[in-house]
């Protein structure tokens, strides 16, 4: 039986790109939402109840994103195996095929990096979207608050969030790889783009807990 060209090596690690894009596209508008909690309770929570209120297309919307989720978790996981068992027996020396620069700590823990990102996703998810925040007297922007007032919570998102960067930092620049829209000259600068981009949606997630430990619950 034919494979289908999606189930190919060279077709998985394109679905993995593509997805992975998609995602980066998502956590770009999710920051931007998230950024908002600086402007104060009402704007926030009227944010917040504007999405509430297109249960329709934040339904539709969800549903995508997870099949997209999936699909990214399900190709990679089956890439990794791939890899495993053609390569049994890891070389001594491991470089970065193609990369102006030796194998960095993201690329070389990306599955690693992958399945703590996927457990962050579960809890925050957990606690946010399935936490009551409609029922919360202070809305989304009294739960947020209320949240990061424990510090235990704020080290927690600070950890998950500077190791979903490491992932972020190889991720994007590997996905244009994969993509074959890489070459000599300006993979380089890409790479230096891909941690730029990590180091910046990171580092702005990690703000907000942060920021609302100090100021915004007291």
Do not use: D
Not at 69 to 87: D, M, P, S
Not at 92 to 121: C, D, N, Q, Y
């Amino acid at each position: 039986m034919r494979k289908s060209p999606l189930s190919t090596s060279t077709g998985t690690k394109i679905l993995i790109a593509l997805t992975g894009l998609m995602l980066i596209a998502f956590l770009l508008f999710h920051l931007a939402g998230n950024l908002l909690v600086f402007a104060g309770e009402k704007t926030f929570n009227t944010y917040s109840s504007v999405l509430g209120g297109n249960a329709l297309f934040v339904n539709t919307f969800e549903l995508v994103l997870l099949a997209i989720f999936l699909v990214h978790i399900y190709k990679t996981v089956r890439n990794f195996g791939a890899n495993r068992e053609a390569r049994p027996v890891p070389y001594h020396k491991k470089e970065a095929a193609g990369s102006p620069s030796r194998k960095s700590l993201g690329s070389s823990t990306m599955i690693v990096t992958g399945s703590i990102l996927l457990l962050f996703v579960v809890l925050h998810l957990k606690h946010f979207k399935f936490g009551g925040a409609h029922e919360h007297p202070g809305g989304l922007y009294g739960l947020e608050m209320e949240t990061f007032s424990n510090p235990v919570m704020v080290i927690f998102y600070v950890i998950s969030l500077v190791i979903i960067g490491f992932h972020l930092s190889h991720g994007f620049w590997s996905a244009f790889q994969s993509l074959g829209l890489t070459n000599g000259r300006y993979t380089p600068r890409l790479v230096w783009l891909s941690r730029v981009l990590a180091t910046l949606i990171a580092g702005s997630f990690i703000i907000i807990p942060i920021w609302a430990f100090f100021m915004g619950s007291r």
